[in-house]
């Protein structure tokens, strides 16, 4: 029954961490202009909700870069995060370095790709920026993983050591 739950929630974390790497690629690969109406309609509503109406459009393009910009951080970390847990717990046989490398070369070629590739789609361009953006995002939650991962395995080696 336990071995069962295990892969249903392996199962789970790779359904997870697949659909947010389609929609990340969905957003990336998609028009550009379809994707700023889409999103500034978005965008607009939420900021309808914070700020007053007096914005000048100077302002409401900034706001809109800012949550842009906050977005992809978000999504890239949770990326970072969800990616780093679901190939640690699908793979418990290997070594830690092993697992460790794998992810990080799996997400720096997620976040790389998904910026570099705007270049072959009509009216989106490649952003050195928001592509460094998207590697620090999802550097700090495989970080976080992996240091947690790290420092649990250590502590119970050094439980088992030390209780027996």
Request: charged letters at 20%.
């Amino acid at each position: 029954m336990k071995k069962k739950r295990r892969k249903t929630m392996i199962m789970a974390l790779w359904v997870i961490f697949l659909l947010m790497v389609t929609m990340i690629a969905f957003l990336s690969f998609q028009n550009g202009e379809d994707a700023k109406r889409f999103g500034d309609r978005i965008i607009l509503y939420l900021a309808g909700l914070f700020f007053d109406e007096t914005m000048t459009k100077k302002e409401i393009e900034s706001v809109i870069y800012q949550v842009r910009q906050y977005g992809r951080a978000v999504a890239f970390l949770l990326i970072g995060i969800v990616g780093t847990i679901t190939i640690h717990v699908s793979c418990p046989k290997c070594n830690w370095g092993m697992k460790t490398g794998i992810t990080a070369f799996i997400l720096l070629a997620i976040a790389i790709f998904t910026e570099r590739l705007k270049i072959y789609i009509p009216s989106r361009h490649y952003s050195y920026e928001e592509m460094l953006i998207s590697i620090m995002a999802v550097t700090v939650g495989f970080l976080a993983v992996s240091a947690i991962t790290l420092t649990a395995k250590a502590l119970k080696g050094l439980l088992i050591t030390l209780f027996g």
